[in-house]
């Protein structure tokens, strides 16, 4: 059978770009808190699924079982703005969290209260939400370093790191009626 490429082109459909999306981060007070078009995030990633293996060794060999659900850390690359607003958030949920950098703790330090939540919606090309992934009990764990360079002519940016409990996902209305529910139903062994 021959090769056609407008055969191949046409079978693809609609891509998605990674350059569409938007994020929300926000923490349980909302004084650190910030709307999609306050926090500059250049770059993001979806959240990875994981399911640790479980070794088992028996008769001289080694089989995996199903595991827990693990979940890593959530990464965001931002761009820094001049006054360091974004920064300083963040650097204010972390001092919340556990402290000054000095170590001197008060007594609002250390209260769990002060983990959040995200999302990280992925957009179409008209505009519309497509799919999204809720973190939630979010907090802010490395606030990365901003590299200084006079051979440089780039904005500033760093990264920081989110640690979080679960994530759940969900898709648009428009998406939803296009899937087919294709997982797998499972019975109680009673009935």
Known sequence: MAFGV???????????????FKIDINDSETSFSFAPDDILVKAAAVPASNIAALPINYAGRTYKLTG???????????INDEDFGIRKKIMNWMYRLSG????????VSGRSSTVGSASVVLVSETGTDKQS???VNLWPTELGEIALDWS???????????????WTHGVSLEQKDNEVDDAPTFTSPSG
């Open 133 to 135: 992934w809720n973190f």
């Open 100 to 107: 000054a950098a000095d170590g001197v703790r008060n007594s």
């Open 6 to 20: 407008n055969e191949f082109k046409s079978n693809i459909g609609s891509l998605q770009r990674p350059s569409l």
């Open 68 to 78: 827990f659900r693990t979940y890593d850390t959530w990464t965001t690359t931002i």
């Open 152 to 166: 440089s002519d780039a904005v500033e940016e760093y990264t920081c790191t989110w640690a979080y409990d679960y």
